[in-house]
């Protein structure tokens, strides 16, 4: 056999056993299932026309809804604003590609996997009329990881993200309970006194009022300088305090038994009314210029409305 001829055979093989190999790459398992994981459930341009999400898990159903740029939460036909940020952070979450392994592609499984319609938590994305995303989010894997499966798909996968966090919570999770919300930017820097009324301690007992002032390089209570970083520690509690629900009742006007009116440097006031204690020991609270009422636990009513030696 000549040199060329041993010569043609052998890259023949070669090129053949390169083709082998190859496709050994190309359809092995492991290797296109590692494919198929890198997913993202919602595309990324629908993110910004997303104007309605619906929840529903064992608590019931969550309607969020977008309007001039924020979100609310539709609840016995009002609506209540939510936090912007944890919702830009679900849609983030969403639209990013990441592993989500397929677990499964028989739908005899979905039950086992929590999957199906009337066992799984539920997730929609709207976009007007459009429907971007319909999704479940089904049981916990021997992993920890969580399945998850797209509506009229049958393809289970799991996640090692924390979807399962937006999706089984309940309505109060996504209330924005700030009794000043972060898009009003009120900081300690405009404000220039509080003046305190606190509720009475008793039938007969009302605490003295307190003056929290600004003075030049510091605070007074009652005309007495005190510790500046005590000072700005209850201001910082008083613009950052949350509620722990809203009340579905109106406040009654005239039933503020404690009262926080925060003197601005532009020369208006925002108040704080808080009503009287309820048998669980919390009260409901209106802000002015705010249609809210909240719900405050005691934790947060002991952090308002303290007694001036606790600023020496």
């Known amino acids: ?86 919702v830009l952070d679900l849609l983030n979450l969403l639209s990013k590609k990441d592993a989500y392994p397929v677990r499964g592609r028989e739908s005899a499984s979905f039950e086992r996997l929590g999957l199906t319609e009337d066992k799984a938590n539920r997730l929609i994305i709207r976009g007007g009329d459009a429907v971007f995303l319909d999704m479940f989010v089904g049981n916990e894997a021997t992993t920890g990881q969580i399945y998850l499966r797209k509506n009229g798909l049958n393809e289970a996968r799991t996640s090692a993200d924390s979807l399962d966090l937006y999706v089984a919570g309940s309505k109060i ?6 009794l000043f919300p972060e898009t009003e930017k009120l900081t300690i820097d405009f404000v220039q006194a509080l003046d305190v009324t606190l509720p009475p301690i008793d039938e007969e ?31 910082h509690g008083v613009l950052d305090a949350e509620g722990e629900d809203f009340a579905a009742e109106p406040f009654l006007i005239g ?46 009513l002991d952090r308002l409305f303290r007694s001036a030696d606790s600023f020496k």
């Open 1 to 86: 056999m000549t040199y060329n001829k041993k010569l043609t055979i052998l890259s023949g093989l070669i090129g053949i056993l390169a083709m082998v190999y190859g496709g050994t790459l190309i359809f092995d398992p492991e290797r296109m299932n590692a494919r198929d994981a890198v997913f993202a459930w919602l595309d990324a341009k629908s993110v910004p026309h997303v104007s309605g999400i619906e929840i529903s898990n064992s608590n019931g159903k969550i309607n969020l809804v977008k309007k001039d740029e924020a979100w609310f939460v539709e609840t016995d036909g009002r609506e209540y604003t939510a936090k912007d940020a944890r």
């Open 205 to 235: 007992k009302t605490p003295p009022p307190i003056m929290l002032a600004r003075v030049e390089g510091g605070w007074t209570v009652n005309g007495e300088k005190v510790d500046a970083a005590k000072a700005e520690s209850y201001i």
């Open 173 to 178: 999770s996504w209330y924005n309970l700030r």
């Open 255 to 300: 039933s503020a038994e404690g009262k926080i009116v925060i003197q601005l440097g532009n020369g208006t006031n925002r108040v704080v009314s808080v009503g009287a204690l309820s048998d669980a020991n919390k009260r409901d609270a209106v802000v002015s210029g705010s249609d809210y009422v909240y719900i405050l636990s005691k934790w947060t």
